[in-house]
């Protein structure tokens, strides 16, 4: 599935602020397709491990804080090179200088509030969707 899926979290903020409609018509206009999708609230301990190559740094803890606050979206997203192509969707980590018509510069808040999570490669999309789903909630479309 190397190449093939991608993860997405839509962050507490874009919860909150009522952009999961928005945010996943976007996606489904960028001819994603969704395998697996859930809304939940991220335990501390569920926050620290899936984030824990980010520990020692200094926004640790408030990334920590942040991604517990509220409920996420969670879902596996598939297309041929979905890493890359998801990245290029959401925009920079930075809203402000993320390009016009991103996910980011559309319903992020701030650098740390950005709204949407994106794997960064493809060995990462396979471990965070692991994180998230067993293999009998996911429906691809690549089997």
């Known amino acids: 599935m190397a190449g093939k899926q991608t993860l997405t979290i839509i962050k507490p903020g874009a919860v909150s602020n009522e952009y ?17 999708m859930k809304l939940f609230r991220l335990t ?7 984030y824990s190559i980010h520990k020692g740094k200094i926004f640790f803890n ?3 804080e942040f991604m517990t606050s509220g409920p996420v979206v969670v879902a596996i997203l598939e297309k041929e090179n979905a890493v890359q192509k998801y990245r290029k969707l959401i925009g920079a980590t930075d809203p402000s200088k993320a390009e ?10 701030s650098i740390e509030r950005n709204a949407v999570h994106g794997s960064d490669s493809d060995e990462n999309a396979i471990l965070e969707c692991d994180f998230f789903f067993s293999k ?5 479309i690549f089997e």
């Open 62 to 64: 408030s990334l920590i």
């Open 20 to 36: 999961i409609g928005p945010i996943l018509a976007k996606i489904n206009s960028a001819g994603f397709h969704i395998s697996a």
């Open 100 to 109: 016009e018509g991103t996910i980011r510069k559309m319903f992020a808040e």
């Open 44 to 50: 501390r301990n569920q926050a620290q491990n899936f």
């Open 136 to 140: 009998s909630e996911r429906y691809s």
